[in-house]
């Protein structure tokens, strides 16, 4: 495999320019400039860093179609080839490629792979774990609990439904979650329906238990009101 590296372009182009003086140039060629002062410009004469392209795009090409770009501090690349799904980013020992690990993917289809090397039709797969200050994910939401016509399952049903299948309705089993993971939009929706259920229960539990207490109270007033006639009674009885 033939390797084209950003090292081996600079050597190139800087040799071409020590041909002359080593003060600043021009070198015209097919109608683009090259200049050399304490950096590479390619279309400027202005170079801000070792080597600044201005106005036009860089290609680097090889025989079997494969491109690298290396970064020697470090050995990081970037590389794209004919036979991979994207352009990969990845880590070597040196620049025979011994020890490449592939650290992140660009595929093709406008996905990004991390620690693994198929987005397995995710935009986003990551192979360990993420943390972010903040994630937002679409969701519809579950305010229809409220509706007058949604029917609301009676706690009876829920307590056969929970017996049966041993999880809740609408809410996948724990199995399927280790086996398939969570969608989080998804799983949302229906946890935010089971709070909206569970709301419900307590204002019709609520309701119930305020008749209660006013029953309690009217049988308290009724039952002091027969004791006050049976010790009326009984005092009548004395005298």
Not at 6 to 21: A, D, G, K, M, N
Not at 58 to 74: G, H, R, W
Not at 98 to 105: D, F, L, S, T
Not at 130 to 145: E, F, K, L, M, W
Request: with cysteine.
């Amino acid at each position: 495999m033939r390797l084209l590296t950003l090292p081996r372009l600079l050597t190139f182009l800087l040799t071409i320019s020590l041909f002359s003086t080593v003060n600043a140039q021009w070198i015209e060629t097919s109608n683009q400039s090259l200049w050399w002062y304490n950096g590479v410009g390619i279309g400027t004469s202005n170079p801000q860093a070792g080597l600044h392209v201005s106005g036009m795009h860089i290609a680097v090409t090889a025989p079997d179609m494969s491109t690298f770009l290396y970064f020697l501090n470090n050995q990081i690349i970037a590389w794209n080839s004919a036979d991979v799904n994207g352009i990969m980013f990845g880590s070597t020992t040196n620049l025979s490629m011994n020890g490449y690990v592939e650290k992140i993917r660009f595929t093709n289809d406008g996905c990004i792979a991390i620690n693994t090397t198929v987005s397995n039709g995710y935009k986003l797969n990551v192979n360990g774990n993420a943390r972010a200050n903040q994630i937002t994910v679409n969701t519809t939401g579950a305010d229809y609990v409220f509706d007058s016509t949604y029917h609301l399952p009676t706690l009876t049903e829920v307590k056969a439904y929970v017996e049966k299948n041993h999880h809740l309705e609408g809410i996948a089993p724990a199995a399927e979650m280790a086996e398939k993971g969570v969608n989080l939009g998804e799983n949302q929706t229906q946890m935010l329906r089971k709070i909206e259920e569970l709301t419900l229960y307590v204002i019709d539990l609520n309701k119930k238990q305020e008749a209660l207490t006013r029953a309690d109270a009217q049988l308290q007033a009724e039952n002091a009101r027969l004791q006050s006639e049976v010790d009326a009674l009984k005092n009548k009885k004395k005298k």
